[in-house]
């Protein structure tokens, strides 16, 4: 406990500094990430994936646009949606609605919005939480647009998925065979069991990621002396693209990712707003995720048009939207 | 039979989760860890943990899982690997901490961080005692958690003292020369905070909102104080920094905030304990703000405070 390692002048690592943050990080993040796990797995054993095909408009731009929404009815986090989303698509939802819903979700849904606002409680929690879910919105839907100029057969993985040729394109929404999304017919007893089993194993899955990031985040903001980022965190887009390098490896839950936002305080709002609009659409985890069921080079283009995008947002954007918020 | 031990690995691994959050949280340890809002939720989580642990274990493996069977979103819930990881990343470090934590930081995580130049920039939550720059009040609660609640009085919402303030003694009689000193308040200071006894007790972030505040430089004026806060060597024997750590949210996003002190000689103090100073503030004025330095007449060790936290 007592072992302290200097490697360098601005890296001091010690077990107990170590150890007392990663715990704060742990018993503040572990709790939301249940919540979403719990509320994940209520849906998955009790909502038919009917009706979350079937609030979706018929008109391919507004489904698009809709798509971007159903995280507030449906809140699944970044680690459980591909494969609902694969599901989705093998049942006849558009890609486009696909895409927007698969990067949307993660960020605008009520669990992350409401940890959003406790992780920056004092630091302008309502425009914080806001600007998260708008400019989360916006990037799901200008990626759903433009994946809308693609053919699927072009991005999606070859088996990820069976689509009717007459329905690549087309943007009606089949519905889903009976008893797909709930996958058995059960007494509630029954669907109860299986929801929590599930709502513990996207919990596990989830939550790994999740301490591996705290303490990584745990050492970062403990062992490294801050005065060497300073000049990172003071231009505007050095700052931007550095944080959302550090949400790209840190591969963070988007419940629970605000709350290691808020501890980087070195860094101006914009570009942690940066990491936590960029890290739930796209970090390592979810490079391997996604190869599941798209092609790698769709993925490598997704993952650098996102971080093109939402950096220039950030750093030419809300640099004016946070002016005089001494953030 | 694998397929029912590797479940029984997860379940434990749930339920080994919860039963820390909850030793934490009714060793009142877990105190030191996060602001006081966010404390309930971990005894919440505990709960749900183990009893989402046993019911996991429990559970029948080849209950069919997610929505179809050839789709299940969890392909590897039976996977050994993932139970084994998942026991060692979620369960053992949190075991870990309960053994080994030692609930605070040392030295190297205060100055890695650096210390806040500016306390009226700090981010802080609502309604707790950080005050913006256009407050003129700060709420009574704000005062310090080591004073003696006994022997003192709280603070009226409309008097510009609930916090603590620099109340420079020593610099009564200089007081009119520098224009960081004001001159001796109104009397509102008979709403200070007192210690059991007599001193004017006030935390670290008192003194440093004085340093923008001409209002309580001129209530803590002429006052002997007392403040409670973590020794950190100077570059001499004859100074030292007080420190109190700022939290938002959680330990993980702690500011340190510092008092200079100047002592008469050397002091037998390890670093980061704990220590009461007795003594009274000084401020200078440089550039467009003061500056507090406190003038210590006594030093010594004591108990940590209730929260060692402040928020």
Redesign the interface.
């Known amino acids: 406990?007592q072992a302290?390692y200097a490697l360098m002048s601005w890296f001091?690592f010690?077990?107990?500094?170590f150890?007392?943050?990663?715990?704060?990080?742990?018993?503040?993040g572990?709790?939301?990430v249940?919540v979403g796990s719990?509320i994940s797995g209520a849906i998955?054993a009790f909502v038919p994936?009917k009706i979350i095909t079937g609030i979706l408009p018929k008109n391919g731009l507004l489904a698009t646009l809709a798509s971007g929404l159903l995280g507030l009815c449906f809140p699944v986090c970044e680690c459980?949606i591909v494969?609902?989303v694969?599901?989705l698509i093998?049942k006849g939802l558009p890609v486009s609605c696909g895409v927007t819903f698969m990067l949307a979700s993660p960020i605008v849904n009520p669990i992350v919005a409401f940890s959003t606002f406790?992780?920056f409680?004092?630091?302008a929690p309502w425009l914080n939480m806001w600007t998260r879910l708008v400019l989360g919105y916006f990037v799901a839907v200008v990626a759903g647009l433009t994946v809308r100029q693609f053919k699927p057969e072009s991005i999606l993985r070859k088996g990820a998925v069976k689509i009717p040729a007459r329905k690549r394109l087309a943007f009606s929404i089949s519905p889903l065979p009976d008893a797909?999304?709930?996958?058995?017919e059960a007494t509630f007893p029954?669907k109860l069991?299986?929801a929590?089993?599930?709502?513990?194993?996207?919990?596990?899955?989830t939550?790994?990621y999740f301490?591996?990031g705290a303490?990584v985040?745990?050492t970062f903001?403990?062992?490294?002396?801050?005065?060497i980022i300073l000049p990172l965190a003071l231009e505007p887009t050095l700052s931007t693209v550095s944080m959302m390098a550090i949400a790209l490896v840190l591969t963070l839950c988007s419940t629970s990712d605000a709350?290691?936002a808020?501890?980087f305080?070195s860094f101006p709002i914009f570009a942690r707003m940066a990491f936590m609009v960029f890290g739930p659409m796209f970090d390592l985890k979810l490079f391997f995720l996604y190869s599941v069921l798209f092609k790698k080079r769709f993925v490598i283009g997704l993952g650098i048009g996102l971080f093109v995008l939402i950096g220039l947002i950030c750093s030419r954007l809300l640099i004016y939207l946070y002016a005089g918020q001494?953030? | 039979m694998r397929a029912k031990l590797f479940n029984l690995v997860?379940g434990i691994?749930?339920i080994g989760?919860g039963a820390v959050?909850l030793d934490?949280f009714f060793t009142g340890r877990?105190d030191q860890?996060?602001h006081p809002?966010?404390r309930p939720?971990?005894l919440?989580?505990g709960v749900?943990?183990c009893v989402?642990?046993i019911?996991?274990a429990a559970?029948k493996t080849n209950?069919?899982?997610?929505?179809?069977?050839e789709?299940?979103?969890?392909q590897?819930?039976n996977s050994p690997v993932?139970a084994v990881?998942?026991f060692f990343?979620?369960f053992v470090?949190?075991a870990?901490?309960v053994a080994?934590?030692?609930?605070?930081?040392?030295q190297?995580?205060v100055?890695?961080?650096?210390f806040v130049q500016d306390i009226t920039?700090l981010?802080?939550?609502?309604g707790?005692p950080?005050r913006t720059q256009n407050d003129q009040v700060i709420p009574p609660e704000a005062l310090g958690a080591d004073m003696d609640e006994r022997a003192s009085e709280p603070l009226p919402q409309d008097t510009p003292s609930s916090q603590p303030g620099p109340d420079a003694a020593a610099n009564g009689a200089t007081g009119q020369a520098n224009p960081a000193v004001p001159s001796p308040d109104d009397g509102s200071s008979q709403y200070l905070p007192k210690a059991a006894d007599g001193n004017v007790a006030l935390e670290v972030t008192d003194l440093l909102y004085a340093e923008s505040e001409d209002s309580l430089r001129k209530m803590f004026a002429d006052k002997t104080i007392e403040v409670i806060g973590q020794y950190l060597p100077g570059s001499d024997a004859k100074q030292f920094k007080l420190v109190r750590m700022f939290i938002?949210?959680?330990?993980?996003?702690a500011?340190p905030l510092a008092v200079p002190v100047e002592v008469s000689g050397p002091m037998t103090v390890t670093e980061m304990g704990w220590v009461k100073v007795v003594g009274k503030a000084t401020f200078t004025q440089k550039g467009d703000r003061s500056h507090v330095v406190l003038q210590a007449d006594k030093v010594e060790s004591t108990d940590p405070p209730a929260e060692a936290m402040l928020y």
């Open positions: 406990m302290k001091t010690t077990w107990q500094n150890l007392f943050s990663f715990l704060a990080l742990a018993f503040e572990l709790p939301f249940l719990l998955a994936s459980g494969p609902v694969r599901r093998n406790a992780a409680r004092g630091q797909a999304m709930n996958g058995f029954e069991i299986a929590v089993r599930m709502a513990c194993d996207d919990f596990i899955d939550a790994i301490m591996i303490a985040a745990a903001n403990t062992a490294v002396d801050q005065q709350f290691i808020a501890t305080v001494a953030l | 997860n691994t749930l989760v959050l934490f877990l860890y996060l809002q966010f939720w971990t919440v989580a749900i943990f989402v642990g019911v996991y559970a209950a069919r899982c997610c929505i179809d069977g789709e299940c979103v969890h590897n819930a993932r990881v998942a990343v979620l470090p949190l870990a901490g080994l934590s030692k609930d605070s930081y040392d190297h995580a100055l890695n961080r650096g920039k981010a802080s939550r609502s707790s950080a938002v949210c959680c330990a993980a996003d500011r």
